[in-house]
């Protein structure tokens, strides 16, 4: 009897800590917290930081997201972000997972018809470089990067062992036959387009810097996806960089552009933490009320 009564005892212990427990952190606890939520200066933030354009949300501040044709061509009236390696999907967010020493491709193999390959980190972004360089009107070019807009990079032969020796064999690795690699010659020697599927592992990889300045006139954010991949923000210069294109398309000046620009860019955190930083949804949000986009739009805030 006494082992019933023990259990009994100890039964209606926990089941009233579950009942204690249930009505502090399941009942008390939330609505505390959404009751501080709601005070001034939270309640928007807790709402999810939503932007409005004409009665309407179009977004929230916090979440990146894509502003592009139904094809994916940048509008050219908007603000673009930085590149997502999700997709802009806030459902599946996160980063490439590819370092710095990513830099060869994995070319698509001709045999298989939906093979797209594998771009390396650095030839997604040369590919990213030379396309704001288009778009933007700007030099695209950096250092380690094909005209073609992809990694520069030699695999190299030689005739004695462990990379020692003459130069027997030169292939440019990123650039699939029958492409014309960037090099005709490395060391006297002609360099060959890469073979999907070809064996270059006994080659010493080699990238070769090029002409291309040492500054870029193409900002690293442009070029680099975030690790969330929904990164709302781009750097002022980023921003900048844009501002001639968006004020072509919307007929205004530069310095209109510039002005809703700045009206939105926010500065380090605290005063000294990070960078500043310029939200695009807000930024295209404002643009759209000041100074409406004439064309046809098929996306957009």
């Given amino acids: 009897m006494r082992t019933v009564g023990n259990t009994l005892r100890q039964l209606s212990a926990a089941l009233r800590m579950l009942l204690v427990f249930t009505v502090v952190l399941g009942i008390a606890y939330p609505l505390a917290v959404w009751a501080a939520a709601q005070l001034p200066g939270l309640q928007h933030r807790a709402d999810g930081s939503v932007v409005t354009r ?8 916090l979440i990146g997201q894509a502003f592009t044709t139904k094809d994916g061509d940048p509008l050219v009236q908007y603000l673009q972000p930085r590149p997502s390696a999700g997709g802009y999907d806030p459902t599946a967010t996160g980063a490439s997972n590819l370092g710095p020493e990513s830099v060869v491709d994995t070319l698509p193999d001709p ?3 939906a093979d797209e390959g594998s771009p390396s980190l650095l030839t997604q972004v040369c590919t990213r470089s030379r396309d704001v360089g288009m778009l933007e009107h700007v030099d695209g070019r950096r250092p380690y990067c094909t005209p073609g807009g992809v990694g520069a990079v030699l695999a190299v032969f030689r005739s004695g062992a462990d990379h020692r020796g003459r130069v027997t064999r030169v292939v440019s690795v990123n650039e699939a036959c029958p492409a014309t690699p960037f090099l005709r010659t490395y060391r006297g020697v002609p360099v060959e387009c890469a073979r999907a599927g070809g064996d270059y592992a006994k080659g010493t990889i080699t990238p070769i810097r090029g002409d291309a300045p040492a500054d ?9 996806a975030s690790g969330s991949g929904v990164d709302p923000t781009i750097s002022p210069a980023y921003a900048t960089l844009q501002e001639r294109r968006i004020a072509a398309a919307r007929g205004i000046t530069v310095a209109q552009v510039a002005a809703v620009v700045a009206d ?29 986009y004439a064309g046809a739009r098929q996306s957009g805030p």
């Fill in 54 to 61: 004409g009665g309407r949300p179009v977004g929230s501040a």
């Fill in 111 to 113: 045999s298989v018809k």
């Fill in 216 to 224: 870029p006139v193409v900002p690293a954010d442009a070029v680099t």
């Fill in 264 to 292: 939105v860019r926010s500065g380090r955190d605290l005063g000294f933490l990070g960078e500043p930083v310029v939200n695009v949804l807000r930024v295209n949000a404002a643009l759209d009320e000041r100074y409406p």
